[in-house]
């Protein structure tokens, strides 16, 4: 469970609302979850610099911007108060948590799925006082989990009631929300004490730890790419360690024995660190084991290598902590497949390999355990009910399996047997074995430079400042350490809250000189992003196309018209080890729709066992169409090649679309009955059929 620092320096108010409204969707619910079913033994890893911004809310030293203007009558609101309740009022999953509710939905398609902000201000005037209080509602209402709404009478009654809210409504949901936020920590302190759960942390704020000890540490799994100047400062990383583990002391009455170290990040040194602070295990990627071991990709399915892998493990040089590494396929199949299953059966799914497993391992399958590591928070949007469908039918079938046993990282480790031996760590993270996410692109070494400029500006400074300051001025330099900010720059992802993270980023090394009471360099008064935000994700086409289905480009020109989609962009807050596909291109001519599928260059075609087109357009039903590999055509007249790449042809006529018709659609991978890829994972991709105008109006202009 986590979240970047979203404070605004030296205020009282949050930039952005994730902490809130994650934790009345998110954080309580999956404890509750757990604690249904007593055989179950979850770990739960708490960063302190969300709890620290949980604790911000409940005590009130903080609150949000979302929230203050959510606090106002419609009648007191400003242009600008109308604007941002406009731009920002529907940031919520639309799939699960707008379209299901009749008022919410047409409050959108007035404001207008696509705008742009220029157009708000206008578009505010045609909204009357109740039609904003209704969106206000609504927003604030939507973030709320089911369960909530199963223990609150209040919150059940204003979703019952849908429209017309009242002042009092919206003060009562506004009320509930802050009762729902003081909970959370109790409840896991709670649990933890009997024993029901076990709680780990990270470093304080979230930092890349290896980089913070040596950047130039990225070079053995990135060689030759280009970094910034050299940022050093492994008593940094000491300091997030050992302040994380304070501070959960300090909230939960004891000190956690493991740690996710920030985004399973972790290299020799980093390892000796945690060792040092008393840490008793530790978590990581199988990629790293992999790489640890000098083993092949997934080397571990062969027999033998799974009873090497399912185990605790042991780096001689710190001998005194075992490390965990995480299931990458199971874990990512939660993550990023079974949203689109029938709960039930994608339980099923998940509890059936564990158990094949467990046949593989005979006589000795209960000395083993099998780590299913993945992202607490940014899952569930995607899943019907939140998540609570698949999550309570996961846990019963695995209380109720014979094969297999629920326990936590230090129960097993009371009774597991001797760990594996590893003679070096090589250095990574859980996303690609890596850093390239954080460092080595030219926005990503642009943040790192001005982060190293102010820690030298803190060592030049730090005896001739006064002292009283100085830990303001740490835990501003902290918060900058955190992996976040370079999560978004560097065109690795994407955000409609960008400008948000950069301003942020930026604030925080500014607050420093401010306090040292020195000049802060111009630099940091200028945007470090390039201002890549959703509109680098989906290019709409511009021009007609009819490209030859073969399998191949086989003339430059021929998709130089097309409308694309890129994956790799769009890693939003979660990332899976790597997509089978690279980028979705699209098109169309007068008759036919034309979608190119580019693969990552290590995908094996023979990954792919079947692939399907699942389109939906106003009037006409929703349908699945499947694409069979090297098929010349099949029943809905698909024609599709595939080779290099994978070309699919649909005419217009096979679906009913007619010219102007809007239509959405998104491409699916299946693996053994099982949607393991969907592109893209959270809104479709949306285009209009072209009339006989569309060539000519795009290039008349």
């Given at each position: 469970?986590?979240?970047?620092?979203?404070?605004?320096?030296?205020?009282?108010?949050?930039?952005?609302?994730?902490?809130?409204?994650?934790?009345?969707?998110?954080?309580?619910?999956?404890?509750?979850?757990?604690?249904?079913?007593?055989?179950?033994?979850?770990?739960?890893?708490?960063?302190?610099?969300?709890?620290?911004?949980?604790?911000?809310?409940?005590?009130?030293?903080?609150?949000?911007?979302?929230?203050?203007?959510?606090?106002?009558?419609?009648?007191?609101?400003?242009?600008?108060?109308?604007?941002?309740?406009?731009?920002?009022?529907?940031?919520?999953?639309?799939?699960?948590?707008?379209?299901?509710?009749?008022?919410?939905?047409?409050?959108?398609?007035?404001?207008?799925?696509?705008?742009?902000?220029?157009?708000?201000?206008?578009?505010?005037?045609?909204?009357?006082?109740?039609?904003?209080?209704?969106?206000?509602?609504?927003?604030?209402?939507?973030?709320?989990?089911?369960?909530?709404?199963?223990?609150?009478?209040?919150?059940?009654?204003?979703?019952?009631?849908?429209?017309?809210?009242?002042?009092?409504?919206?003060?009562?949901?506004?009320?509930?929300?802050?009762?729902?936020?003081?909970?959370?920590?109790?409840?896991?302190?709670?649990?933890?004490?009997?024993?029901?759960?076990?709680?780990?942390?990270?470093?304080?704020?979230?930092?890349?730890?290896?980089?913070?000890?040596?950047?130039?540490?990225?070079?053995?799994?990135?060689?030759?790419?280009?970094?910034?100047?050299?940022?050093?400062?492994?008593?940094?990383?000491?300091?997030?360690?050992?302040?994380?583990?304070?501070?959960?002391?300090?909230?939960?009455?004891?000190?956690?024995?493991?740690?996710?170290?920030?985004?399973?990040?972790?290299?020799?040194?980093?390892?000796?660190?945690?060792?040092?602070?008393?840490?008793?295990?530790?978590?990581?990627?199988?990629?790293?084991?992999?790489?640890?071991?000098?083993?092949?990709?997934?080397?571990?399915e062969e027999p033998g290598e799974a009873g090497q892998f399912y185990r605790s493990h042991m780096w001689e040089q710190a001998d005194k902590t075992r490390l965990f590494f995480r299931d990458q396929q199971l874990s990512d199949l939660i993550g990023f497949a079974y949203y689109g299953w029938d709960g039930?059966?994608?339980?099923?799914?998940?509890?059936?390999?564990?158990?094949?497993?467990?046949?593989?391992?005979?006589?000795?399958?209960?000395?083993?355990?099998?780590?299913?590591?993945?992202?607490?928070?940014?899952?569930?949007?995607?899943?019907?009910?939140?998540?609570?469908?698949?999550?309570?039918?996961?846990?019963?079938?695995?209380?109720?399996?014979?094969?297999?046993?629920?326990?936590?990282?230090?129960?097993?480790?009371?009774?597991?047997?001797?760990?594996?031996?590893?003679?070096?760590?090589?250095?990574?993270?859980?996303?690609?074995?890596?850093?390239?996410?954080?460092?080595?692109?030219?926005?990503?070494?642009?943040?790192?430079?001005?982060?190293?400029?102010?820690?030298?500006?803190?060592?030049?400074?730090?005896?001739?400042?006064?002292?009283?300051?100085?830990?303001?001025?740490?835990?501003?330099?902290?918060?900058?350490?955190?992996?976040?900010?370079?999560?978004?720059?560097?065109?690795?992802?994407?955000?409609?809250?960008?400008?948000?993270?950069?301003?942020?980023?930026?604030?925080?090394?500014?607050?420093?000189?401010?306090?040292?009471?020195?000049?802060?360099?111009?630099?940091l008064f200028s945007p470090i992003s390039l201002g890549k935000g959703l509109d680098v994700l989906i290019n709409q086409p511009i021009d007609l196309i009819s490209p030859k289905i073969d399998g191949r480009v086989s003339d430059f020109y021929e998709w130089a018209g097309a409308g694309s989609y890129n994956?790799?962009?769009?890693?939003?807050?979660?990332?899976?080890?790597?997509?089978?596909?690279?980028?979705?291109?699209?098109?169309?001519?007068?008759?036919?729709?034309?979608?190119?599928?580019?693969?990552?260059?290590?995908?094996?075609?023979?990954?792919?066992?079947?692939?399907?087109?699942?389109?939906?357009?106003?009037?006409?039903?929703?349908?699945?169409?499947?694409?069979?590999?090297?098929?010349?055509?099949?029943?809905?007249?698909?024609?599709?090649?595939?080779?290099?790449?994978?070309?699919?042809?649909?005419?217009?006529?096979?679906?009913?679309?007619?010219?102007?018709?809007?239509?959405?659609?998104?491409?699916?991978?299946?693996?053994?009955?099982?949607?393991?890829?969907?592109?893209?994972?959270?809104?479709?991709?949306?285009?209009?059929?072209?009339?006989?105008?569309?060539?000519?109006?795009?290039?008349?202009?």
């Open positions: 469970m986590h979240q970047p620092c979203y404070r605004i320096p030296d205020s009282r108010v949050f930039r952005l609302p994730w902490v809130r409204l994650h934790g009345l969707k998110d954080y309580y619910d999956m404890l509750s979850a757990a604690l249904k079913f007593p055989e179950i033994k979850v770990s739960f890893n708490l960063v302190p610099g969300l709890l620290e911004q949980l604790q911000d809310y409940t005590e009130g030293r903080a609150t949000d911007r979302h929230f203050m203007v959510s606090q106002k009558q419609p009648s007191d609101l400003s242009e600008e108060d109308r604007c941002f309740i406009l731009k920002d009022f529907f940031m919520a999953h639309w799939p699960n948590m707008v379209e299901p509710y009749p008022r919410y939905l047409s409050l959108l398609e007035k404001r207008g799925r696509h705008f742009h902000p220029s157009a708000l201000p206008k578009v505010s005037q045609t909204f009357s006082d109740q039609e904003l209080l209704d969106l206000m509602v609504w927003f604030n209402l939507c973030w709320i989990d089911p369960l909530h709404f199963q223990l609150r009478p209040e919150l059940a009654r204003l979703k019952a009631k849908g429209k017309n809210f009242t002042i009092e409504d919206k003060d009562c949901l506004l009320s509930q929300q802050m009762e729902i936020l003081e909970s959370i920590i109790p409840a896991y302190k709670k649990a933890w004490d009997q024993k029901a759960i076990e709680i780990a942390t990270s470093p304080f704020y979230h930092p890349i730890l290896p980089l913070l000890c040596d950047t130039q540490t990225a070079l053995e799994c990135m060689p030759g790419a280009p970094l910034p100047q050299r940022f050093s400062y492994p008593g940094d990383a000491q300091a997030q360690i050992v302040n994380g583990l304070d501070y959960m002391e300090k909230i939960f009455g004891r000190r956690p024995r493991g740690m996710w170290p920030s985004e399973g990040s972790v290299s020799q040194k980093t390892v000796e660190l945690i060792s040092q602070a008393g840490v008793k295990w530790m978590a990581s990627d199988e990629k790293i084991w992999e790489q640890s071991l000098g083993k092949a990709g997934r080397q571990r039930q059966a994608a339980a099923r799914d998940l509890v059936g390999r564990l158990e094949r497993k467990a046949d593989a391992l005979g006589s000795q399958a209960a000395d083993h355990i099998v780590p299913v590591i993945l992202d607490g928070e940014n899952a569930w949007e995607a899943f019907p009910r939140d998540g609570q469908i698949f999550l309570e039918q996961l846990y019963q079938q695995l209380s109720q399996s014979t094969k297999l046993n629920c326990c936590t990282f230090s129960q097993y480790l009371e009774q597991g047997p001797e760990p594996g031996k590893m003679s070096r760590i090589f250095p990574g993270s859980w996303i690609n074995h890596d850093f390239s996410i954080w460092i080595g692109q030219e926005e990503d070494n642009r943040a790192w430079n001005l982060l190293l400029a102010a820690r030298q500006a803190i060592e030049r400074q730090k005896d001739s400042v006064d002292q009283a300051v100085m830990p303001e001025i740490i835990r501003e330099l902290q918060i900058a350490e955190g992996s976040d900010w370079c999560w978004w720059y560097g065109g690795n992802f994407s955000s409609e809250n960008l400008e948000d993270f950069d301003s942020l980023f930026r604030s925080h090394l500014q607050r420093i000189y401010q306090l040292l009471n020195v000049e802060a360099p111009r630099e994956i790799r962009q769009d890693g939003g807050t979660m990332h899976r080890g790597q997509s089978l596909l690279e980028v979705v291109h699209f098109g169309f001519d007068q008759g036919n729709l034309y979608i190119r599928l580019d693969p990552h260059e290590k995908t094996d075609f023979n990954e792919i066992q079947a692939l399907t087109v699942n389109l939906e357009f106003q009037g006409q039903p929703a349908r699945t169409i499947p694409v069979k590999p090297g098929a010349p055509e099949n029943e809905a007249a698909t024609i599709s090649a595939y080779g290099k790449i994978i070309e699919i042809k649909l005419p217009f006529t096979a679906i009913g679309a007619q010219p102007g018709d809007l239509i959405s659609f998104y491409v699916a991978l299946v693996q053994n009955s099982l949607t393991v890829e969907r592109h893209p994972i959270r809104s479709p991709i949306t285009f209009k059929v072209p009339d006989g105008e569309f060539g000519a109006n795009n290039w008349g202009a």
